[in-house]
């Protein structure tokens, strides 16, 4: 009697907060006692909204009470320690809402240390020794604590299931196997579980060779492949731009030959003409001297005589017939030269777009589910932009490439071949392999959310252009009310859950692609099954303006 009074009086004293004996003890309005600092911080979280409530029956107080010293609990708390009583011992542990009970406890229930599968009760360390100690007792199964004991009884008969139906496949207790399962093939419940884990590992350890056998193995050789294909792509390659080097070389000293063998010819052709034309000046500047030393002669006829000696000139090397290039002698060398390098960079662009289609991603994974949640989904997630250099010129992208917006007036925009000229549509920057998921945002009357090869024609209104009308792309047009389904010009018309915010997951390697309705649930609109052959882009078009749409941020 006197444990029971200690008992007792411990629960009596004890700060329902920080579960120790009161310090400083105060008594709110309700008639509750707390420590002083417990209820203080308590209440401190709650002055934003201005109502402060007791933590046990949650009764509010407006304004905050002051708090005030409960004198009376206070000598009570220290004459209990006087008498030895401090804080409960650590393995002194009440239950909170997550923890298991002990069924025997009255009051404060403390923590279960065990369950017991033939009591179907739970019980404390010190409700828990009879279990140890009485020998009847040690004959039964005890377990971790557990809620879920009642599961165990038999709903008809209250009677605790220790055996199983295999007919039924389920658990039942003696009484039914007489009755509703007379006649059924019955084991005891020991014996089933006994036989399904040998069952279970065998197969497990089945698995576990399979594995090891075949699917390692299977990996393994993969990454032999791999690494060979690699190995020779990058030797064909080497040889290949080697070569490619070599002739640019040859060609290279060809020019710079042919060069240099014009610049000798025309330099000796100006040289020529220049020696011909020092020759002319220094005849005509003797014959300027002698006719100034004739000119002083007073003999008219001696002047008449020598007459003819200068005036027969020779033949001038009139201007006219020397060609001057201003500063522009090689240019179309140059010229020439500059075009070659243009469209071999064309071509080398263009080359590495399909080695780069063609290099795609190696996948090998082992089969995976695919997701069924949003959680699931977002364990993909991808953060997309869109590319300005595949935007229509009506269309007015954000800052980030984030959002693009259906616009009747034109954007000016670079000329791009990426462009698409006619349509209003736009691409992603990102190019997708493996495992992606992503959400678009749409607003306005039309949008269409689409997934296409980048190969995709670009210039002009035809079916090869548009979004949904070939077999490069797939496009799930968002109308206010349904939706449509577009693929080589197919046409699927739906309806669903009408949602702001379209979900997109793709796995690439298993070509799967779906598209969701996303909300408070997510909900499948359209799956597709194909074999993709290239990486995928994600894709926006609009159908009328002020329409817009967004890749919002999930990480």
Known sequence: MAQRGLQLDRDTFVCPICLDLLKDPVTIPCGHSYCKNCIKDHWDTEDEKGIHSCPQCRKSFTPRPELLKSTMLAVLVEELKKTGLQAAPADFCYAGPEDVAC??????????????LVCLASYCEKHLQPHYESAPLKKHKLVEPSEKLQENICSRHDEVMKMFCRTDQQCICYLCSVEVHKGHDTVSAEAERTERQRELEVRIQQSIQDRCEKDVKVLHQEVEAINRSADK????????FTELIRLMEKRRSDVKQQVRSQQETEVSRVRELQEKLEQEITELKRKDAELKKLSHTQDHNQFLHNYPSLSALSESTHSSSINIRPLSYFEDVTAAVSEVRDKLQDVLRQKQTNVSMTVTEVEVSLSQPEPKTRDDLLKYSREITLDPNTANTKLLLSKGNRRASFRIQQQCYPSHPDRFTDRPQVLSRESLTGRCYWEVERRGLG?????????IRRAGESGECRFGYNDKSWMLFCYTDSFHFHYNSVLKLFSGPQSSRIGVYLDHSAGILSFYSVSETITLLQRVHTTFTQPLHAGLCFFCTEDSAEFCKLK
């Open 103 to 116: 069924d025997v406890c009255t009051g404060r229930k403390l923590k279960a240390l065990k369950s017991c």
């Open 447 to 455: 949008v269409g959310v689409v997934v296409t090869y980048k190969n």
């Open 233 to 240: 792509t990058v030797e064909n390659s080497e040889k290949i």
